[in-house]
């Protein structure tokens, strides 16, 4: 009997160890990653798409290389939404805008358009879906290998395991795109970007022929090539890469394309591959901004350079060997010189630089030579 009673509690152990949750901490969720996997979506409309989470449901979407649209509606259920829904795409690239409608394939149940072939590093795709009666809309910036490529990248770049939440070694976000390591920081008061070519170590190191194009979903999207930056006191030619954004708030969502070499990568900053990316009001955004002190360095060397460049230090001597000493951009020639008694002006022509008239008594024999000598050094 005893035997019996504790065989059963053993069993009602099992049982609990058993169930789901019990002896397991919860993972977290990604930074902006719905746990729920886009099975659905991917059946519908092909492997590698790229899907939105909105406040009433789901936007997935297939853009292929050719420019060819597959968009699939869902609700917050995740069934199809099929009926009482319709589109539009703003299309911007080299030529210009383009308004596409997407149109409502009956035998399929997607939304279908058909675009311009992708060719820029990264080609901005504004959507606009009515959902009954509702509009939903967002903002793609899509590779030239399409939302496949975009998929593909966030594949894997999650197997080089970056540690979550690490930062570079100038306190910016670090993203890995392709091969690349960067680190993305923009300062918080001026806009500046700065972007950093980082090794194994997590140490910065020169950008190479890179070419790297940011698309900023914020409070309007943006698309920025960024430049190398030129050499200066005490900055390496090619150290990072920079630009500008116009950053009120961390942004929704920062793409950004790498092309090295004849190569190109892409990655959507905390995009996982199978996962919705949500972008509504309540979506955590991409954190970016930041605290630098770069603005104040400018500053220094500008005031620097402009010192060594308007400093004369002027000197102007009286005497039988009168002489203005000019230093830094001052040049002084004959027909700056006049000579006539019974006084003596010099006129120096230069940037910001006055010199005081001395006045002395000048002998007539001064007048004959020609007067009084003028120099610089």
């Known amino acids: 009997m005893k035997i019996t009673k504790l065989s059963g509690v053993f069993a009602l152990l099992l049982v609990a160890l058993a169930a789901p949750g019990c002896g397991?901490?919860?993972?977290?969720?990604?930074?902006n990653a719905t746990v729920e996997v886009t099975a659905t979506a991917e059946s519908a409309i092909g492997e590698g798409a790229y899907v939105e989470e909105h406040e009433s449901?789901?936007?997935?979407?297939?853009?292929?290389?050719?420019?060819?649209?597959?968009?699939?509606v869902s609700g917050p259920d995740g069934k199809p939404i099929r009926e009482d829904v319709s589109g539009t795409l703003l299309w911007k690239d080299a030529s210009g805008e383009k308004t596409l409608p997407l149109t409502l394939d009956a035998k399929t149940g997607l939304l279908v358009a058909a675009g311009p072939k992708l060719?820029?590093?990264?080609t901005e795709i504004g959507y606009t879906l009515s959902v009954a009666g509702k509009p939903w809309n967002g903002t793609l910036h899509v590779p030239a290998g399409g939302t496949a490529e975009l998929y593909?990248?966030?594949?894997?770049?999650?197997?080089l395991g970056l540690p979550e939440g690490k930062l570079g070694p100038h306190g910016g976000r670090i993203e890995i795109v392709g091969d690349d390591r960067l680190e993305l920081l923009v300062d918080e008061a001026t806009g500046d970007v700065r972007v950093y070519v980082l090794d194994a170590d997590l140490k910065p190191i020169?950008?190479?022929?890179?070419?790297?194009?940011l698309g900023v979903v914020a409070e309007a999207p943006q698309v920025v090539v960024l430049a190398p930056v030129a050499a200066t006191a005490g900055v390496a030619a090619g150290a990072y890469l920079t630009g500008k954004l116009a950053l009120a708030a961390d942004p929704l969502k920062v793409t950004v394309a790498v092309r090295n070499a004849g190569r190109s990568a892409v990655a959507l900053c905390?995009?996982?591959?199978?996962?919705?990316?949500a972008v509504h009001a309540r979506a955590p955004r991409v954190n970016v901004r930041v605290k630098t002190d770069w603005h104040a360095h400018a500053h220094a060397h500008a005031d620097l350079k402009a010192k060594a460049d308007l400093d004369p230090k002027v000197h102007v001597h009286?005497?039988?060997?009168?002489?203005a000493h000019a230093k830094a951009n001052v040049n002084v020639k004959a027909p700056s010189v006049r000579v006539t008694p019974p006084s003596v002006n010099v006129q120096i022509k230069a940037p910001s630089i006055s010199i005081p008239k001395p006045s002395f008594k000048a002998s007539a024999s001064a007048r004959a030579s020609a007067g009084a000598r003028v120099g610089t050094h």
């Not at 397991?24 to 930074?31: G, M, S, T």
């Not at 593909?152 to 197997?159: F, L, P, R, Y």
């Not at 020169?206 to 194009?213: A, F, H, L, Q, S």
């Not at 009286?318 to 002489?323: I, M």
């Open 270 to 277: 905390g995009y996982r591959a199978g996962a919705a990316f």
């Open 206 to 213: 020169d950008i190479g022929e890179r070419k790297v194009t």
């Open 24 to 31: 397991k901490e919860e993972q977290p969720a990604e930074a």
């Open 152 to 159: 593909a990248n966030a594949k894997g770049s999650a197997d």
């Open 318 to 323: 009286t005497g039988a060997g009168a002489k």
């Open 57 to 72: 449901g789901k936007a997935a979407f297939n853009v292929a290389a050719d420019g060819n649209v597959k968009a699939a």
């Open 119 to 122: 060719e820029a590093d990264l």
